[in-house]
């Protein structure tokens, strides 16, 4: 019983820090641009419109990436606790796979956000 409460812990902490992150970024940004807090890119700290843009952005990603993280979370416990029931060094391992594969996946809107703010700033060069 031990060995699932881990394997659980382990696994649904990531998906759960980032829906909580998300909302909490995404409901109260940072108001003015720092290096301390924040989504804190070069781009995003070119102004305070694609400061104001990229704070509310990350933490919507992260909400959505959060949720679905947490529902393949969830399946990947249950499975683990079904299929290698007694098999506590490998799912042990294959929960800290499934953690390290879940932090690689908050960094997609990381480059999501970017990727918008470049295109915000290519069109007002245009205008």
Same mark, same amino acid.
């Given at each position: 019983?031990?060995?699932?409460?881990?394997?659980?812990v382990m696994v649904l902490f990531a998906p759960i820090l980032f829906i909580i992150a998300g909302a909490i970024q995404k409901n109260h940004p940072p108001k003015n641009i720092n290096r301390t807090v924040g989504f804190r890119t070069a781009?995003?700290?070119?102004?305070?419109e694609a400061w104001d843009?990229?704070? &509310?952005?990350?933490? !919507?990603?992260?909400v959505k990436v959060g949720i679905v993280e947490l529902i393949v979370s969830v399946i990947a416990v249950i499975l683990l606790t079904v299929l290698l029931k007694g098999m506590? %060094? %490998?799912t042990r391992m294959i929960a800290t796979f499934i953690? !390290?594969?879940? !932090?690689m996946g908050a960094m997609i809107p990381v480059n999501? !956000?970017?990727? #918008?703010?470049?295109?915000? =700033? =290519? #069109? &007002?060069?245009?205008?």
């Open positions: 019983m031990l060995e699932i409460l881990i394997n659980a781009l995003s700290m070119e102004s305070q843009y990229a704070n &509310k952005q990350i933490g !919507v990603y992260w506590f %060094t %490998t953690m !390290v594969i879940e !932090v999501m !956000v970017n990727k #918008e703010l470049m295109q915000m =700033k =290519k #069109e &007002k060069s245009e205008m």
